[in-house]
């Protein structure tokens, strides 16, 4: 590894089951802080299911999941101090974007962001600053502040989920997939919303299958396949390796770039 | 360096403006215009109105925790009647006791007995609910046969315990002195009591909107309605949530059944079986989930079930079935679908 700092995120030998599904075969990886850490790998490789285990969507059936050294997630034997649930996970100071973006459709954008933001009762009780901020980010958010969230585009949308998770300080967010499905401009300006998320040392892990995302923010990768963590390292290793590329990411690669 | 301009894509400019859907409430003016000339008199026309608009606004009371209780959690819980029937027997207890304040020719007075049966009623019936929550409703959470049988099983068990408090027979439950008889209105008469249960209802409307679209509870309800997993995501106890809007159903059930019971005059302990299934019919009619959905559909139905009684008796059972079926060709979702379910 690259780094010498403490990883503000660890999974060690992490296995998930989802029904009779054993999806995840004991995931190894690091997350360290300040920094953004890509999480690729091909369809079905896990990369969703490694999200949603870190919150507690899923309970880690084996193995541990560590946050600023203390276990939230990991078998009930006593030893890893057994799962935490979902909320309790979020008041650690972990947002998560899902890869449907979780927007409330039937609630308006300005409600969308009041919920995300918990210390606030009403919207007069968010920090005005960063909601400007957020606004100069993205623009599209106060312009359509009173409509419903469900009649936004799919890139607004993203937009709105990411505006969400960084309402208030966030110790670590988690991004599955962001670009999906958005028409290529939108994807640019959405680079350049997470390039200022970078610029202010936020600690996020991000999965992504489109490569040139990966390589404008990536510090770190790791590379998942069938369940396992297969590679990890440096990004701009990887970014720079196209045999390397080949063997980890195959076609899915060259499809998406 | 701070150039970002996020989406302001060509078509964001096509993004309707928040667009209330006024259909379903349309449909209860046409209902209640279309019936005018089938009935012929006006002034009966205004007292099978009024009566059908008060019931709606009773059996709104009693389903609107119903809707929301499966909207937050997917549970369908068939004991809620059971809630509605403590709380009619309730009130028979009260009333009986504050005899003297019901019997005083004194509209006050009736009303603070009238008041105090309705807080004792909701006090009980959402004590008792957060004790079947807790006891039957939790341990089945995401098994949908489970829960209708334990929830079935709660409803006979309370009714039998209903049966062993206040007896098997029938109850009655009189109207306080100055609460019975009409207000005329032209030839029309009101019933006195009817024009209080539109106020109430209309009062437990006004407050659950507001406690809903105004406040951060009833935002994450609302939430919570759509997507349970995102707002637990964003760091809230979504079972917490749902033991609230558990006992504050049934407490307004309770609050229904006190209606309910004066609405009929007596009381018998199966009143909640009987009064369920009017109210899935409502929530399904208004969609699931929906507050306001479940309101459209209530007065639907206490529209059409009064339209129907004094038009054709004998199709009375099966009106509020067939305006379902009629409203499910329409909106297979209910009246107001909610999102994201």
Redesign the interface.
Same mark, same amino acid.
């Given at each position: 590894m690259t780094n010498a700092l403490l990883p503000l995120l660890r999974l060690q030998g992490v296995h998930t089951h989802i029904g009779a599904y054993h999806i995840l075969h004991g995931v190894d990886f690091d997350v360290p802080p300040g920094q953004v850490t890509m999480l690729l790998g091909r369809n079905g490789a896990g990369k969703t299911t490694t999200l949603r285990t870190i919150m507690g969507l899923w309970p880690t059936a084996r193995g541990t999941v560590t946050f600023d050294g203390q276990a939230i997630g990991g078998d009930s034997d006593g030893k890893s101090g057994g799962q935490r649930s979902t909320p309790e996970i979020a008041r650690l100071g972990i947002a998560y974007v899902p890869e449907n973006m979780g927007i409330f459709g039937d609630l308006t954008v300005r409600e969308n962001v009041l919920l995300a933001a918990r210390g606030a009762r009403s919207v007069d009780d968010i920090d005005t600053n960063r909601l400007e901020w957020l606004f100069g980010l993205f623009p599209a958010l106060k312009k359509f502040w009173l409509f419903p969230a469900g009649k936004l585009s799919g890139g607004q949308k993203q937009m709105l989920a990411i505006a969400r998770a960084m309402i208030e300080p966030r110790r670590l967010l988690l991004i599955d997939e962001p670009s999906k499905g958005l028409a290529p401009a939108i994807v640019g300006n959405l680079i350049e919303a997470l390039r200022e998320l970078k610029r202010m040392q936020t600690t996020v892990l991000l999965v992504e299958q489109n490569f040139n995302m990966a390589r404008a923010l990536g510090d770190t990768v790791a590379v998942m396949d069938d369940g396992r963590v297969v590679h990890r390292g440096a990004m701009a290793e990887l970014a720079h390796d196209e045999s390397m590329q080949q063997r980890l990411l195959g076609l899915s690669l060259g499809a998406h770039q | 360096m701070?150039?970002?301009?996020?989406?302001?894509?060509p078509?964001?400019a096509a993004?309707?403006?928040?667009r209330f859907d006024w259909i379903p409430l349309a449909i209860v003016a046409v209902l209640a215009i279309a019936a005018l000339p089938l009935i012929g008199s006006p002034s009966t026309w205004l007292t099978l109105t009024v009566a059908g608009l008060a019931m709606g606004m009773i059996v709104f009371i009693t389903a609107s925790g119903l809707t929301l209780v499966f909207g937050l959690m997917d549970v369908l819980n068939f004991g809620h009647g059971v809630f509605i029937a403590l709380g009619a027997f309730i009130a028979t207890t009260v009333l009986g006791a504050a005899a003297d304040w019901t019997s005083a020719d004194s509209l006050v007075r009736n009303l603070v007995a009238v008041f105090a049966a309705m807080v004792a009623a909701m006090a009980l019936a959402g004590a008792v609910g957060w004790a079947f929550e807790r006891v039957l409703v939790r341990p089945v959470y995401g098994q949908h046969l489970k829960q209708i049988l334990i929830t079935m099983g709660g409803m006979i068990i309370g009714e039998e315990l209903i049966k062993v408090v206040w007896g098997p027979e029938q109850r009655p439950l009189p109207l306080p002195e100055a609460l019975r008889g009409s207000l005329l209105i032209g030839d029309a008469a009101i019933g006195k009591y009817r024009v209080l249960a539109l106020a109430i209802g209309a009062l437990v409307l006004v407050l659950m909107l507001y406690a809903l679209n105004r406040t951060?509870i009833g $935002? $994450?309800v609302?939430?919570g309605v759509?997507?349970r997993?995102?707002?637990?995501? $964003?760091?809230?106890?979504?079972r917490t949530l749902f033991v609230g809007v558990f006992v504050v159903g049934s407490a307004l059930a309770g609050l229904g059944g006190v209606m309910w019971g004066m609405f009929q005059q007596n009381v018998i302990p199966q009143i909640g079986a009987q009064v369920n299934v009017l109210i899935f019919i409502v929530i399904i009619i208004g969609g699931l989930g929906s507050t306001f959905g479940c309101f459209i559909g209530a007065l639907l139905v206490g529209l059409v079930v009064n339209y129907a009684g004094f038009l054709a008796p004998p199709v009375v059972m099966f009106s509020s079935i067939g305006l379902m079926v009629l409203v499910l060709l329409w909106r297979p979702q209910g009246l107001y679908p909610?999102?994201?379910r």
């Open positions: - | 701070n150039t970002v301009v996020a989406t302001q894509a078509q964001s993004i309707p403006k928040t951060k $935002l $994450l609302r939430a759509q997507d997993e995102m707002v637990e995501s $964003l760091g809230y106890r979504i909610v999102a994201n």
